[in-house]
Antibody, heavy 116, light 110 residues
Framework: EVQLVESGGGLVQPGGSLRLSCAASGFTFRNYWMTWVRQAPGKGLEWVASIKPDGSEKHYVGSVKGRFILSRDNAENSLYLQMDSLRVEDTAMYYC?????????WGQGTLVTVFS | QSALTQPASVSGSPGQSITISCTGTSSDVGSYNFVSWYQQHPGKAPKVLIYEGSKRPSGVSNRFSGSKSGNTASLAISGLQAEDEADYYCCSYVTGDTWVFGGGTKLTVL
């Protein structure tokens, strides 16, 4: 059974940092693109960032470029999102997802709250 | 990139059929067969209904179906049930290895 379990969310002040993790199991993690999607309270889904299976390519939505860094550890079946210079508008539930194109699986999310 | 365009709301009575549209551009929906659809109940994580435009994951009811014409993808739900009341989102691959979501559609079962 495919499982994606996010962790690392929490409360942080503007300008602060958080590191999100996503632990994957039940599939060959190293073969798939991985993605973070977020959803602000009461709003729709927003694609945040994706990383190639071997980690050699990463793509980000414009609003997080230069502030968020996506990485993966294929030996540990884990995906990470380092979030720096956090803003109030980054407040959202952050979901980890695999293989959006071919056979998507999503985690249950981890909540990030940036408060002033 | 701009969000895909979905109607803000649709409604139907139990047993009826409805369709939710998702309009993009030639850089996303129109060029790739990588449209997925998600159902989200309040307070829950999104659930995959459709991927690769028209494929259903194991366990998803065949009352849900996906299709595409030009730059517009569609999700059809037949035999509406009360539990179908939820928010629905489309998602498409975009040239350059990025993805874009629709703004979401709230389905009300009357």
């Amino acid at each position: 059974e495919v499982q994606l379990v996010e962790s690392g969310g929490g409360l942080v002040q503007p300008g602060g940092s958080l590191r999100l993790s996503c632990a994957a199991s039940g599939f060959t993690f190293r073969n798939y693109w991985m993605t973070w999607v977020r959803q602000a309270p009461g709003k729709g889904l927003e694609w945040v960032a994706s990383i190639k299976p071997d980690g050699s390519e990463k793509h980000y939505v414009g609003s997080v470029k230069g502030r968020f860094i996506l990485s993966r550890d294929n030996a540990e079946n884990s995906l990470y999102l380092q979030m720096d210079s956090l803003r109030v508008e980054d407040t959202a539930m952050y979901y980890c997802a695999s293989d959006l194109n071919h056979s998507p699986y999503w985690g249950q999310g981890t909540l990030v709250t940036v408060f002033s | 990139q701009s969000a895909l365009t979905q109607p803000a709301s649709v409604s139907g009575s139990p047993g009826q059929s409805i369709t939710i549209s998702c309009t993009g551009t030639s850089s996303d929906v129109g060029s790739y067969n990588f449209v997925s659809w998600y159902q989200q109940h309040p307070g829950k994580a999104p659930k995959v209904l459709i991927y690769e435009g028209s494929k259903r994951p194991s366990g998803v009811s065949n009352r849900f179906s996906g299709s595409k014409s030009g730059n517009t993808a569609s999700l059809a739900i037949s035999g509406l049930q009360a539990e179908d009341e939820a928010d629905y989102y489309c998602c498409s691959y975009v040239t350059g290895d990025t993805w874009v979501f629709g703004g979401g559609t709230k389905l009300t079962v009357l």
